[in-house]
């Protein structure tokens, strides 16, 4: 299993970032996927997550602000990052559980006000 984040950066307050995550070495399409996030001195957090059939579920935290998403005829999930706020600041992981938990490498998100 292989997941791959990219997309991270810089931006100011109110800004918008995409987010992807290239998935390889399991079949993604029938598998819940999530987006995890940690701040420097926090725990990870859930973020979001997609199921096989693209229901989402959203932390109280970004809900009405981000968007979880798939292709699956790319094996790619992605995360689109909209109103973003200085508290939205941390290195982002994609997810994925199958009897084991896999993490992808992390990608860097940083907010300035």
């Known amino acids: 299993v292989q997941l791959q984040a990219s997309g991270g950066g810089s931006v100011q307050t109110g800004g918008s970032l995409r987010l992807s995550c290239a998935a390889s070495g399991f079949i993604f399409r029938i598998n819940t996927m999530n987006w995890y996030r940690q701040a420097p001195g926090k725990q990870r957090e859930l973020v979001a997550s997609?199921?096989?059939?693209?229901?989402?579920n959203y932390a109280d935290s970004v809900k009405g602000r981000f968007t979880i998403s798939r292709d699956n005829a790319k094996n790619t999930m992605y995360l689109q990052m909209d109103s973003l706020k200085p508290e939205d600041t941390a290195t982002y992981y994609c997810?994925?559980?199958?009897?084991?938990?896999?993490w992808g490498q992390g990608t860097l998100v940083t907010v300035s006000s």
């Open positions: 997810n994925v559980k199958i009897y084991n938990e896999y």
């Open positions: 997609i199921t096989s059939g693209s229901k989402s």
